[in-house]
Protein backbone atom coordinates (compact mmCIF):
# COMPACT_ATOMS: atom_id res chain seq x y z
CA UNK A 1 0.00 0.00 0.00
CA UNK A 2 2.88 2.21 1.50
CA UNK A 3 4.64 1.34 -2.27
CA UNK A 4 1.35 2.13 -4.54
CA UNK A 5 0.39 5.67 -2.68
CA UNK A 6 4.44 6.70 -3.46
CA UNK A 7 3.87 5.30 -7.13
CA UNK A 8 1.27 7.23 -6.96
CA UNK A 9 2.91 10.50 -6.32
CA UNK A 10 5.67 9.88 -8.07
CA UNK A 11 4.29 9.29 -11.47
CA UNK A 12 1.52 11.84 -10.50
CA UNK A 13 -1.69 9.63 -11.41
CA UNK A 14 -4.19 8.52 -8.81
CA UNK A 15 -4.57 5.30 -6.52
CA UNK A 16 -6.17 3.29 -8.90
CA UNK A 17 -3.95 3.85 -11.87
CA UNK A 18 -0.75 2.91 -9.65
CA UNK A 19 -2.36 -0.49 -8.66
CA UNK A 20 -2.52 -1.19 -12.75
CA UNK A 21 0.91 -0.18 -13.28
CA UNK A 22 2.47 -2.50 -10.41
CA UNK A 23 0.03 -5.07 -10.79
CA UNK A 24 0.52 -5.06 -14.53
CA UNK A 25 4.63 -5.00 -13.63
CA UNK A 26 4.09 -7.78 -11.46
CA UNK A 27 2.24 -10.14 -14.13
CA UNK A 28 5.48 -9.09 -16.58
CA UNK A 29 7.91 -10.10 -14.16
CA UNK A 30 5.89 -13.21 -13.35
CA UNK A 31 5.40 -14.59 -16.73
CA UNK A 32 9.30 -13.96 -17.28
CA UNK A 33 9.92 -16.00 -14.46
CA UNK A 34 7.78 -18.36 -15.32
CA UNK A 35 9.08 -18.81 -18.98
CA UNK A 36 12.52 -18.82 -18.22
CA UNK A 37 11.67 -21.75 -15.55
CA UNK A 38 9.59 -23.55 -18.32
CA UNK A 39 13.19 -23.02 -20.85
CA UNK A 40 15.12 -24.72 -18.65
CA UNK A 41 12.54 -27.41 -17.87
CA UNK A 42 13.39 -28.40 -21.59
CA UNK A 43 15.23 -31.70 -22.09
CA UNK A 44 18.45 -30.97 -23.72
CA UNK A 45 18.52 -32.74 -27.34
CA UNK A 46 19.77 -36.40 -27.10
CA UNK A 47 19.26 -37.07 -23.54
CA UNK A 48 17.68 -40.19 -21.81
CA UNK A 49 13.79 -39.81 -21.59
CA UNK A 50 12.23 -39.91 -17.95
CA UNK A 51 8.43 -39.68 -16.50
CA UNK A 52 7.20 -36.31 -17.69
CA UNK A 53 7.87 -33.25 -15.63
CA UNK A 54 5.22 -30.73 -13.62
CA UNK A 55 5.63 -27.13 -14.94
CA UNK A 56 7.60 -25.60 -12.90
CA UNK A 57 9.07 -27.97 -10.15
CA UNK A 58 9.47 -30.94 -12.44
CA UNK A 59 9.51 -34.30 -10.88
CA UNK A 60 10.73 -32.98 -7.35
CA UNK A 61 7.55 -34.20 -5.65
CA UNK A 62 8.05 -37.98 -6.59
CA UNK A 63 11.19 -37.95 -4.92
CA UNK A 64 9.48 -37.23 -1.09
CA UNK A 65 9.36 -40.95 -0.03
CA UNK A 66 12.13 -43.53 -1.32
CA UNK A 67 13.38 -41.58 -3.88
CA UNK A 68 15.44 -44.77 -4.60
CA UNK A 69 12.92 -47.18 -5.05
CA UNK A 70 11.22 -44.77 -7.12
CA UNK A 71 13.73 -44.27 -9.25
CA UNK A 72 14.55 -48.29 -9.85
CA UNK A 73 10.75 -48.28 -10.78
CA UNK A 74 11.41 -45.86 -13.22
CA UNK A 75 14.30 -47.51 -14.58
CA UNK A 76 12.08 -50.44 -15.36
CA UNK A 77 9.99 -48.40 -17.62
CA UNK A 78 12.58 -45.72 -18.59
CA UNK A 79 15.74 -48.17 -19.06
CA UNK A 80 18.94 -48.42 -16.88
CA UNK A 81 19.57 -44.38 -17.84
CA UNK A 82 17.01 -42.03 -17.46
CA UNK A 83 16.50 -38.28 -16.67
CA UNK A 84 14.34 -36.60 -14.08
CA UNK A 85 13.63 -32.39 -13.98
CA UNK A 86 14.69 -31.56 -10.51
CA UNK A 87 12.24 -27.78 -10.90
CA UNK A 88 14.77 -27.00 -14.00
CA UNK A 89 17.76 -29.18 -13.25
CA UNK A 90 18.63 -31.13 -15.87
CA UNK A 91 19.31 -35.02 -14.18
CA UNK A 92 20.56 -38.58 -15.04
CA UNK A 93 19.75 -41.61 -12.95
CA UNK A 94 22.23 -44.60 -13.41
CA UNK A 95 20.53 -47.61 -12.43
CA UNK A 96 21.78 -50.89 -12.09
CA UNK A 97 25.74 -52.67 -12.29
CA UNK A 98 26.06 -52.37 -15.75
CA UNK A 99 25.78 -48.48 -16.54
CA UNK A 100 27.04 -47.24 -13.57
CA UNK A 101 30.46 -49.22 -13.75
CA UNK A 102 30.04 -48.06 -17.87
CA UNK A 103 30.10 -44.39 -16.19
CA UNK A 104 32.04 -44.78 -13.14
CA UNK A 105 34.78 -46.99 -14.42
CA UNK A 106 34.83 -46.70 -18.33
CA UNK A 107 34.55 -42.88 -18.29
CA UNK A 108 35.76 -41.70 -14.90
CA UNK A 109 37.18 -38.26 -16.07
CA UNK A 110 33.77 -37.37 -17.34
CA UNK A 111 31.84 -38.76 -14.07
CA UNK A 112 33.93 -37.61 -11.51
CA UNK A 113 32.98 -34.01 -10.63
CA UNK A 114 30.32 -32.80 -8.50
CA UNK A 115 27.36 -30.04 -9.06
CA UNK A 116 27.30 -27.23 -8.12
CA UNK A 117 23.79 -26.94 -6.34
CA UNK A 118 22.77 -23.91 -4.91
CA UNK A 119 23.02 -25.87 -1.19
CA UNK A 120 26.63 -26.77 -1.70
CA UNK A 121 27.58 -23.81 -2.58
CA UNK A 122 26.27 -21.97 0.19
CA UNK A 123 27.64 -24.52 2.61
CA UNK A 124 30.98 -25.52 1.09
CA UNK A 125 32.12 -22.88 -1.76
CA UNK A 126 32.66 -25.96 -3.72
CA UNK A 127 35.55 -26.19 -1.40
CA UNK A 128 37.35 -29.11 1.10
CA UNK A 129 37.08 -32.87 -0.28
CA UNK A 130 33.97 -34.57 -0.78
CA UNK A 131 32.06 -31.58 -2.32
CA UNK A 132 34.76 -30.08 -3.63
CA UNK A 133 34.88 -29.62 -7.83
CA UNK A 134 36.87 -32.20 -9.77
CA UNK A 135 40.19 -30.17 -10.33
CA UNK A 136 43.26 -29.54 -8.53
CA UNK A 137 41.58 -28.73 -5.28
CA UNK A 138 40.01 -32.03 -4.93
CA UNK A 139 43.06 -33.97 -6.33
CA UNK A 140 45.59 -32.48 -3.19
CA UNK A 141 42.49 -32.55 -0.41
CA UNK A 142 41.98 -36.22 -1.32
CA UNK A 143 45.84 -37.19 -1.62
CA UNK A 144 46.23 -35.30 1.81
CA UNK A 145 43.32 -36.97 3.38
CA UNK A 146 44.30 -40.48 1.52
CA UNK A 147 48.04 -40.37 3.07
CA UNK A 148 46.85 -38.79 6.36
CA UNK A 149 44.68 -41.85 6.64
CA UNK A 150 47.19 -44.67 5.77
CA UNK A 151 49.75 -42.96 7.66
CA UNK A 152 47.83 -41.65 10.90
CA UNK A 153 45.69 -44.64 10.14
CA UNK A 154 45.09 -48.14 8.68
CA UNK A 155 48.59 -48.12 7.39
CA UNK A 156 49.78 -48.26 11.11
CA UNK A 157 50.47 -51.99 12.74
CA UNK A 158 49.58 -49.63 16.37
CA UNK A 159 46.32 -48.51 14.72
CA UNK A 160 44.41 -51.84 14.86
CA UNK A 161 45.19 -52.16 18.55
CA UNK A 162 43.99 -48.33 19.08
CA UNK A 163 40.30 -49.60 17.87
CA UNK A 164 40.45 -52.71 19.90
CA UNK A 165 40.79 -50.35 22.95
CA UNK A 166 37.33 -47.85 21.53
CA UNK A 167 35.83 -51.33 21.28
CA UNK A 168 36.77 -52.07 24.80
CA UNK A 169 35.07 -48.53 25.53
CA UNK A 170 32.28 -49.57 23.86
CA UNK A 171 31.43 -53.08 24.68
CA UNK A 172 31.99 -51.85 28.62
CA UNK A 173 29.50 -48.82 28.05
CA UNK A 174 27.03 -51.41 26.37
CA UNK A 175 27.62 -53.48 29.79
CA UNK A 176 26.49 -50.91 31.84
CA UNK A 177 22.98 -51.56 31.02
CA UNK A 178 23.30 -55.04 32.52
CA UNK A 179 21.00 -56.59 29.82
CA UNK A 180 18.28 -54.28 29.93
CA UNK A 181 16.96 -52.39 27.10
CA UNK A 182 18.79 -49.27 25.38
CA UNK A 183 19.33 -47.31 22.38
CA UNK A 184 22.53 -48.34 20.87
CA UNK A 185 22.58 -45.07 18.67
CA UNK A 186 24.29 -42.64 20.40
CA UNK A 187 27.13 -45.00 22.24
CA UNK A 188 27.74 -46.44 18.19
CA UNK A 189 28.23 -42.79 17.80
CA UNK A 190 30.47 -41.77 20.01
CA UNK A 191 32.69 -45.14 19.18
CA UNK A 192 32.76 -45.11 15.48
CA UNK A 193 33.48 -41.43 14.93
CA UNK A 194 36.27 -41.67 17.83
CA UNK A 195 37.98 -43.47 15.64
CA UNK A 196 38.22 -40.87 12.71
CA UNK A 197 38.80 -38.39 15.70
CA UNK A 198 42.03 -40.23 16.08
CA UNK A 199 43.48 -39.61 12.67
CA UNK A 200 42.32 -36.10 12.31
CA UNK A 201 43.09 -35.22 16.10
CA UNK A 202 45.20 -37.60 17.69
CA UNK A 203 42.32 -37.77 19.65
CA UNK A 204 39.21 -39.11 21.32
CA UNK A 205 36.14 -37.58 22.45
CA UNK A 206 34.86 -39.30 25.92
CA UNK A 207 31.31 -40.91 25.73
CA UNK A 208 29.69 -37.70 27.69
CA UNK A 209 31.29 -35.14 26.28
CA UNK A 210 27.99 -33.34 25.37
CA UNK A 211 29.53 -30.56 23.57
CA UNK A 212 30.92 -33.42 20.64
CA UNK A 213 27.71 -35.46 20.77
CA UNK A 214 25.48 -32.17 20.52
CA UNK A 215 27.92 -30.90 17.16
CA UNK A 216 27.62 -35.08 15.82
CA UNK A 217 24.05 -34.58 16.56
CA UNK A 218 23.30 -31.37 14.36
CA UNK A 219 25.35 -32.69 11.50
CA UNK A 220 23.94 -35.72 11.00
CA UNK A 221 20.69 -33.85 11.28
CA UNK A 222 21.93 -31.74 8.51
CA UNK A 223 22.80 -35.19 6.30
CA UNK A 224 18.96 -36.13 7.04
CA UNK A 225 17.91 -32.68 5.95
CA UNK A 226 20.21 -32.28 2.58
CA UNK A 227 18.20 -34.90 1.19
CA UNK A 228 14.05 -33.73 1.95
CA UNK A 229 12.25 -32.42 -0.56
CA UNK A 230 12.99 -28.69 0.84
CA UNK A 231 16.89 -29.45 -0.13
CA UNK A 232 15.76 -30.15 -3.18
CA UNK A 233 13.41 -27.20 -3.46
CA UNK A 234 16.24 -24.86 -2.43
CA UNK A 235 18.76 -26.28 -5.08
CA UNK A 236 15.81 -25.57 -7.68
CA UNK A 237 14.38 -22.11 -6.08
CA UNK A 238 17.42 -20.38 -4.13
CA UNK A 239 15.48 -17.07 -3.15
CA UNK A 240 13.30 -19.33 -1.07
CA UNK A 241 16.07 -18.35 1.52
CA UNK A 242 14.20 -14.88 2.11
CA UNK A 243 11.50 -16.89 3.35
CA UNK A 244 11.25 -16.66 7.07
CA UNK A 245 10.27 -20.64 7.50
CA UNK A 246 11.33 -23.35 5.81
CA UNK A 247 14.04 -26.42 6.46
CA UNK A 248 16.85 -24.34 4.50
CA UNK A 249 17.19 -22.56 7.27
CA UNK A 250 17.76 -25.02 9.71
CA UNK A 251 20.06 -26.79 7.81
CA UNK A 252 22.15 -23.46 7.86
CA UNK A 253 21.83 -22.53 11.29
CA UNK A 254 23.20 -26.37 11.97
CA UNK A 255 26.15 -26.12 9.40
CA UNK A 256 26.99 -22.39 11.21
CA UNK A 257 27.06 -23.79 14.31
CA UNK A 258 28.74 -26.67 13.73
CA UNK A 259 31.72 -24.72 11.75
CA UNK A 260 32.66 -22.76 14.71
CA UNK A 261 32.74 -25.75 16.90
CA UNK A 262 35.05 -27.52 14.27
CA UNK A 263 37.12 -23.95 14.55
CA UNK A 264 37.31 -24.11 18.35
CA UNK A 265 39.02 -28.08 18.27
CA UNK A 266 40.83 -27.75 15.14
CA UNK A 267 42.79 -24.90 17.04
CA UNK A 268 42.65 -26.79 20.31
CA UNK A 269 44.01 -29.69 18.59
CA UNK A 270 46.82 -27.65 16.52
CA UNK A 271 48.70 -26.60 19.77
CA UNK A 272 52.21 -27.98 20.72
CA UNK A 273 52.32 -28.55 17.05
CA UNK A 274 56.18 -29.04 15.32
CA UNK A 275 56.21 -28.03 11.69
CA UNK A 276 56.79 -30.88 9.24
CA UNK A 277 56.29 -33.22 12.03
CA UNK A 278 53.00 -34.00 11.94
CA UNK A 279 51.15 -35.68 14.65
CA UNK A 280 47.64 -35.74 12.39
CA UNK A 281 45.34 -34.86 9.95
CA UNK A 282 45.35 -30.90 11.66
CA UNK A 283 49.01 -30.59 11.70
CA UNK A 284 49.52 -32.57 8.16
CA UNK A 285 46.96 -29.92 6.60
CA UNK A 286 48.79 -26.90 8.90
CA UNK A 287 52.33 -27.77 6.78
CA UNK A 288 50.56 -27.59 3.70
CA UNK A 289 49.29 -24.51 4.27
CA UNK A 290 52.36 -23.14 5.16
CA UNK A 291 54.29 -24.72 2.36
CA UNK A 292 51.93 -23.29 -0.36
CA UNK A 293 51.68 -19.73 1.02
CA UNK A 294 53.15 -18.47 -2.20
CA UNK A 295 51.32 -20.58 -4.77
CA UNK A 296 48.06 -18.11 -5.52
CA UNK A 297 46.42 -21.11 -6.90
CA UNK A 298 46.87 -22.77 -3.91
CA UNK A 299 43.55 -24.76 -2.40
CA UNK A 300 44.98 -25.46 1.34
CA UNK A 301 43.27 -22.62 3.23
CA UNK A 302 42.13 -22.35 7.21
CA UNK A 303 38.46 -21.99 5.33
CA UNK A 304 38.96 -25.59 3.52
CA UNK A 305 40.77 -27.26 6.57
CA UNK A 306 37.62 -26.58 8.16
CA UNK A 307 34.81 -28.21 5.54
CA UNK A 308 37.26 -30.60 4.75
CA UNK A 309 37.61 -31.68 8.11
CA UNK A 310 34.00 -31.32 9.13
CA UNK A 311 32.50 -34.09 5.96
CA UNK A 312 35.91 -36.52 7.02
CA UNK A 313 33.80 -36.73 10.39
CA UNK A 314 30.29 -37.06 8.99
CA UNK A 315 31.40 -39.11 5.94
CA UNK A 316 32.69 -41.37 8.44
CA UNK A 317 30.80 -41.48 11.03
CA UNK A 318 27.16 -41.41 9.57
CA UNK A 319 27.78 -44.34 7.25
CA UNK A 320 29.14 -46.36 9.58
CA UNK A 321 27.00 -45.86 12.51
CA UNK A 322 24.46 -46.26 10.56
CA UNK A 323 25.91 -50.00 9.01
CA UNK A 324 26.90 -51.12 12.75
CA UNK A 325 23.35 -50.44 13.87
CA UNK A 326 21.98 -52.15 10.79
CA UNK A 327 23.44 -55.00 11.85
CA UNK A 328 22.78 -55.52 15.54
CA UNK A 329 19.12 -54.60 14.31
CA UNK A 330 19.59 -58.23 12.39
CA UNK A 331 21.14 -59.85 14.63
CA UNK A 332 18.30 -59.69 17.16
CA UNK A 333 16.24 -60.33 14.41
CA UNK A 334 17.91 -63.41 12.61
CA UNK A 335 19.04 -65.34 16.56
CA UNK A 336 20.52 -67.81 13.72
CA UNK A 337 22.52 -65.61 12.06
CA UNK A 338 23.95 -64.62 15.66
CA UNK A 339 24.61 -68.52 16.71
CA UNK A 340 26.61 -70.29 19.07
CA UNK A 341 29.24 -67.66 20.47
CA UNK A 342 32.57 -67.48 19.05
CA UNK A 343 34.95 -70.03 20.51
CA UNK A 344 38.43 -71.44 20.12
CA UNK A 345 37.37 -72.02 15.88
CA UNK A 346 36.67 -67.92 15.83
CA UNK A 347 39.40 -67.92 12.87
CA UNK A 348 36.70 -70.36 11.00
CA UNK A 349 33.85 -68.45 11.73
CA UNK A 350 35.46 -64.73 10.40
CA UNK A 351 34.43 -65.51 6.78
CA UNK A 352 30.68 -65.47 8.19
CA UNK A 353 31.33 -62.61 10.22
CA UNK A 354 32.78 -60.67 7.19
CA UNK A 355 29.49 -62.21 4.50
CA UNK A 356 27.13 -60.85 7.40
CA UNK A 357 28.46 -57.34 7.42
CA UNK A 358 28.84 -57.39 3.12
CA UNK A 359 25.31 -58.52 2.88
CA UNK A 360 23.88 -55.99 6.00
CA UNK A 361 26.27 -53.01 3.39
CA UNK A 362 24.10 -55.24 0.55
CA UNK A 363 20.79 -55.15 2.00
CA UNK A 364 20.19 -52.11 3.95
CA UNK A 365 21.71 -49.50 1.67
CA UNK A 366 23.52 -46.98 3.84
CA UNK A 367 23.98 -44.33 1.05
CA UNK A 368 21.49 -45.55 -1.45
CA UNK A 369 22.22 -43.02 -4.07
CA UNK A 370 25.79 -42.51 -3.30
CA UNK A 371 26.93 -38.79 -3.17
CA UNK A 372 25.40 -36.91 -6.35
CA UNK A 373 28.25 -36.60 -8.63
CA UNK A 374 28.63 -34.11 -12.33
CA UNK A 375 29.86 -34.50 -15.65
CA UNK A 376 32.82 -32.96 -16.26
CA UNK A 377 32.53 -32.65 -19.75
CA UNK A 378 29.94 -33.77 -22.54
CA UNK A 379 29.69 -37.54 -21.88
CA UNK A 380 27.56 -40.05 -24.54
CA UNK A 381 26.11 -43.01 -22.84
CA UNK A 382 24.56 -45.71 -24.87
CA UNK A 383 23.76 -43.45 -27.30
CA UNK A 384 22.37 -40.48 -24.99
CA UNK A 385 24.10 -37.59 -25.05
CA UNK A 386 24.70 -35.67 -21.48
CA UNK A 387 25.80 -32.26 -21.42
CA UNK A 388 28.73 -31.11 -19.63
CA UNK A 389 27.72 -30.36 -15.64
CA UNK A 390 24.38 -32.44 -15.58
CA UNK A 391 23.39 -33.21 -12.31
CA UNK A 392 24.35 -37.63 -12.14
CA UNK A 393 22.59 -39.67 -9.36
CA UNK A 394 24.11 -43.29 -9.15
CA UNK A 395 21.17 -45.34 -7.77
CA UNK A 396 23.22 -48.12 -5.67
CA UNK A 397 20.39 -49.33 -4.22
CA UNK A 398 19.32 -50.69 -7.75
CA UNK A 399 22.86 -52.46 -8.04
CA UNK A 400 22.46 -54.02 -4.86
CA UNK A 401 19.21 -55.25 -5.98
CA UNK A 402 19.86 -55.92 -9.73
CA UNK A 403 18.21 -58.97 -10.65
CA UNK A 404 21.33 -60.09 -13.47
CA UNK A 405 23.82 -60.01 -10.10
CA UNK A 406 21.67 -60.82 -7.13
CA UNK A 407 19.16 -64.17 -7.18
CA UNK A 408 16.16 -63.24 -4.67
CA UNK A 409 18.04 -59.54 -3.74
CA UNK A 410 14.64 -59.29 -1.53
CA UNK A 411 16.27 -61.90 0.49
CA UNK A 412 18.58 -61.19 3.36
CA UNK A 413 21.12 -64.11 3.25
CA UNK A 414 24.62 -63.92 4.54
CA UNK A 415 25.66 -66.95 2.61
CA UNK A 416 25.49 -65.61 -1.17
CA UNK A 417 29.09 -63.92 0.09
CA UNK A 418 30.22 -67.42 0.99
CA UNK A 419 30.73 -70.96 -1.36
CA UNK A 420 30.27 -74.14 -0.86
CA UNK A 421 32.80 -74.49 1.45
CA UNK A 422 32.36 -71.43 3.68
CA UNK A 423 34.76 -69.16 2.10
CA UNK A 424 34.15 -65.40 1.93
CA UNK A 425 33.75 -64.70 -1.71
CA UNK A 426 33.70 -61.23 -3.45
CA UNK A 427 30.70 -60.38 -5.42
CA UNK A 428 31.17 -57.65 -8.32
CA UNK A 429 28.00 -56.20 -7.81
CA UNK A 430 28.63 -55.05 -4.60
CA UNK A 431 28.96 -51.30 -4.45
CA UNK A 432 28.56 -49.82 -1.10
CA UNK A 433 31.65 -47.43 -1.66
CA UNK A 434 30.70 -46.53 -5.29
CA UNK A 435 33.32 -46.98 -8.08
CA UNK A 436 35.60 -44.31 -9.79
CA UNK A 437 37.30 -41.86 -9.12
CA UNK A 438 35.36 -40.46 -6.59
CA UNK A 439 34.46 -43.85 -4.61
CA UNK A 440 34.89 -43.82 -0.82
CA UNK A 441 38.65 -42.82 0.40
CA UNK A 442 37.33 -44.55 3.65
CA UNK A 443 36.87 -48.03 2.37
CA UNK A 444 39.57 -50.04 4.37
CA UNK A 445 38.67 -48.18 7.68
CA UNK A 446 34.97 -48.62 7.44
CA UNK A 447 35.94 -52.43 6.94
CA UNK A 448 38.41 -52.38 9.73
CA UNK A 449 35.85 -50.59 12.12
CA UNK A 450 33.03 -52.86 11.19
CA UNK A 451 34.61 -56.29 12.01
CA UNK A 452 36.46 -55.13 15.08
CA UNK A 453 33.73 -52.99 16.65
CA UNK A 454 31.06 -55.91 15.17
CA UNK A 455 33.01 -58.91 16.20
CA UNK A 456 33.94 -57.70 19.77
CA UNK A 457 30.41 -57.07 20.24
CA UNK A 458 29.08 -60.60 19.05
CA UNK A 459 32.01 -62.16 20.96
CA UNK A 460 30.59 -60.72 24.47
CA UNK A 461 26.74 -60.64 23.90
CA UNK A 462 23.79 -61.90 22.22
CA UNK A 463 21.56 -59.50 20.94
CA UNK A 464 17.84 -59.38 21.32
CA UNK A 465 14.81 -57.21 21.48
CA UNK A 466 12.88 -56.41 24.43
CA UNK A 467 10.07 -58.85 25.05
CA UNK A 468 7.56 -59.01 22.21
CA UNK A 469 8.94 -55.99 20.35
CA UNK A 470 9.76 -56.20 17.29
CA UNK A 471 11.05 -53.03 15.58
CA UNK A 472 10.30 -51.93 12.49
CA UNK A 473 12.55 -52.18 9.91
CA UNK A 474 11.45 -49.13 7.53
CA UNK A 475 14.24 -47.02 7.32
CA UNK A 476 14.35 -43.46 8.19
CA UNK A 477 15.28 -41.21 5.08
CA UNK A 478 18.00 -38.99 4.13
CA UNK A 479 21.29 -39.18 2.17
CA UNK A 480 21.86 -42.13 4.19
CA UNK A 481 19.28 -44.78 5.51
CA UNK A 482 19.43 -45.36 8.33
CA UNK A 483 16.91 -47.64 11.38
CA UNK A 484 14.61 -45.95 13.17
CA UNK A 485 15.71 -45.34 16.64
CA UNK A 486 15.53 -49.16 18.87
CA UNK A 487 15.55 -50.68 21.83
CA UNK A 488 17.89 -53.78 22.35
CA UNK A 489 19.37 -55.74 24.98
CA UNK A 490 22.50 -57.09 24.88
CA UNK A 491 23.09 -60.01 27.44
CA UNK A 492 26.33 -61.45 28.00
CA UNK A 493 27.49 -64.57 26.65
CA UNK A 494 28.33 -67.75 29.24
CA UNK A 495 32.33 -67.33 29.39
C1 LIG B 1 30.13 -48.23 5.86
C2 LIG B 1 30.79 -47.13 5.75
C3 LIG B 1 30.84 -46.24 4.53
C4 LIG B 1 30.07 -46.25 3.39
C5 LIG B 1 28.93 -47.19 3.04
C6 LIG B 1 30.54 -45.16 2.54
C7 LIG B 1 30.03 -44.86 1.30
C8 LIG B 1 30.46 -43.82 0.49
C9 LIG B 1 29.92 -43.51 -0.80
C10 LIG B 1 28.79 -44.26 -1.49
C11 LIG B 1 30.58 -42.43 -1.28
C12 LIG B 1 30.29 -41.69 -2.58
C13 LIG B 1 31.30 -41.95 -3.63
C14 LIG B 1 30.87 -41.34 -4.94
O1 LIG B 1 30.89 -40.12 -5.11
O2 LIG B 1 30.48 -42.10 -5.83
C15 LIG B 1 31.56 -42.05 -0.28
C16 LIG B 1 32.43 -40.99 -0.42
C17 LIG B 1 33.28 -40.60 0.57
N1 LIG B 1 33.51 -41.24 1.78
FE1 LIG B 1 32.62 -42.92 2.44
N2 LIG B 1 31.54 -44.50 3.19
C18 LIG B 1 31.78 -45.14 4.39
C19 LIG B 1 32.73 -44.80 5.33
C20 LIG B 1 33.60 -43.75 5.22
C21 LIG B 1 34.64 -43.42 6.18
C22 LIG B 1 34.95 -44.22 7.43
C23 LIG B 1 35.24 -42.28 5.74
C24 LIG B 1 36.36 -41.49 6.34
C25 LIG B 1 36.52 -41.26 7.58
C26 LIG B 1 34.61 -41.91 4.48
C27 LIG B 1 34.96 -40.81 3.72
C28 LIG B 1 34.43 -40.51 2.47
C29 LIG B 1 34.84 -39.36 1.68
C30 LIG B 1 35.84 -38.27 2.09
C31 LIG B 1 34.12 -39.41 0.47
C32 LIG B 1 34.18 -38.44 -0.69
C33 LIG B 1 35.24 -38.85 -1.67
C34 LIG B 1 35.48 -37.86 -2.78
O3 LIG B 1 34.61 -37.06 -3.09
O4 LIG B 1 36.57 -37.91 -3.37
N3 LIG B 1 33.62 -42.82 4.20
N4 LIG B 1 31.47 -42.92 0.80
Known sequence: MVLTGRLAVLLKVSYGQACLYLGSLLIILLSFLLVRQLAKQRRPRGFPPGPTPLPVIGNILSLASEPHVYMKKQSEIHGQIFSLDLGGISTVVLNGY???KECLVHQSDLFADRPSLPLFEK?????????????????????????????????????????????MFFVDAIDEHK?????????????????????LFGNRFAYDDHEFQHMIEIFSENVELAASGWAFLYNAFPWIEILPFGKHRKLFHNAAEVYVFLQQIVERFAQGRTRQSPRHYI???LDEIEQSA???????????????????????????????????????LYPSVQGRPPALEDRLRMPYVEAVLYEVLRFCNVVPLGIFRATSGDALVRGYSIPRSTLVITNLYSVHFDEKYWSHPEVFSPERFLDGNGNFVRREAFLPFSLGRRHCLGEPLAK?????????????????????????LTPKLGMTLQPLPYAICATRRQQ
Open 123 to 167: MTKMGGLLNAKYGRGWIEHRKLAVNSFRFFGTGQKTFEHKISEEC
Open 294 to 332: GDPAASFSQENLIFSVGELIIAGTETTTNAIRWAMLYMA
Open 98 to 100: DVV
Open 448 to 472: MEMFLFFSTLMQRFSLQFPPGVVPS
Open 179 to 199: GKPFDPKLLVTNAVSNVTNLI
Open 283 to 285: DAY
